[in-house]
């Protein structure tokens, strides 16, 4: 079983910066891709930017030269830099990864809110 515990979400005014975390611990033999995507309320959710084991990475349009993914693959940890933050950035906030062979876990979400 794999536990994502997430951290970093709040309140911030437009304009701001937050950086989540994202610590997974189990049993994962070896990790494939860690990201995070989000759910506004009355939408679907959605990718935001993922990072894989080598590196490589792939930003929402929305969130590009705003955001930045990063990991630290020693600590099975993904972090997610957001500046320039804006209202429209408010949702829930989930970690996903995928690991061994096809399996993949959800964190439980961190509410971003940012004021106008």
């Known amino acids: 079983q794999v536990q994502l515990l997430e951290s970093g979400g709040g309140l911030v005014q437009a304009g701001g910066s937050l950086r989540l975390s994202c610590a997974a611990s189990?049993?994962?033999?070896?990790?494939?891709?860690m990201g995070w995507y989000r759910q506004a309320p009355g939408k679907q959710r959605e990718l935001v930017a993922i990072?894989?084991?080598?590196?490589?990475?792939n930003y929402a349009d929305s969130v590009k030269a705003r955001f930045t993914i990063s990991r630290d693959g020693a600590k099975n940890t993904v972090y997610l830099q957001m500046n320039s933050l804006k209202p429209e950035d408010t949702a829930v906030y989930y970690c996903?990864?995928?690991?061994?062979?096809?399996?993949?876990?959800w964190g439980q979400g961190t509410l971003v809110t940012v004021s106008s």
């Open positions: 996903n990864v995928r690991y061994d062979l096809m399996l993949e876990a």
């Open positions: 189990g049993s994962i033999f070896s990790m494939k891709q």
């Open positions: 990072i894989t084991s080598g590196g490589s990475t």
